[in-house]
């Protein structure tokens, strides 16, 4: 899926799993958990970056990181609750580190590849 796609779309597999993390039965809420998704997808592709249109494709990290981030804003939106809450702030930024790391691999991958490519090119 493109990420023109991923932050606007939330495929309906896809809203079934988070509601599932988030313990959700029913679907009255299905439209302000899509929101939070597309939010929390927003956030991490904007702290891991968007020029590999499919890093994001079939990746854990990204999917347990929505799940979290959407856990976290669907447990926290009520800002006068009295329930405790838990903080997602090590398990969140740990895994968001760690798709940074696989991202920039990548990135200096294929700008290895472009400059061998480029290399070859110029001395025909």
């Known amino acids: 899926m493109s990420i023109k ?3 606007t779309t939330v495929e309906p597999e896809d809203l079934q799993d988070v509601k599932n993390f988030c313990k959700v039965d029913g679907d009255l809420e299905d439209q302000e958990i899509t929101g939070m998704m597309l939010s929390a ?3 991490i592709i904007g702290q891991v970056g968007d020029r590999i249109d499919d890093f ?5 990290n990204f999917k347990y990181a929505v799940w979290l981030k959407t856990y976290h804003s669907y447990n ?3 800002t006068s609750s009295n329930a405790m809450t838990f903080e997602i702030q090590d398990t969140y930024n ?3 580190n760690a798709m940074k790391d696989d991202y920039r691999y990548r990135v200096w991958l294929e700008d290895k590849e472009n400059d061998h490519d480029d290399g070859e090119r110029n001395e025909n």
Do not use: K
């Open 5 to 7: 796609s991923l932050l």
């Open 41 to 43: 997808r927003r956030d």
């Open 56 to 60: 994001f494709d079939d990746n854990w």
């Open 76 to 78: 926290n939106r009520d």
């Open 94 to 96: 740990s895994t968001i």
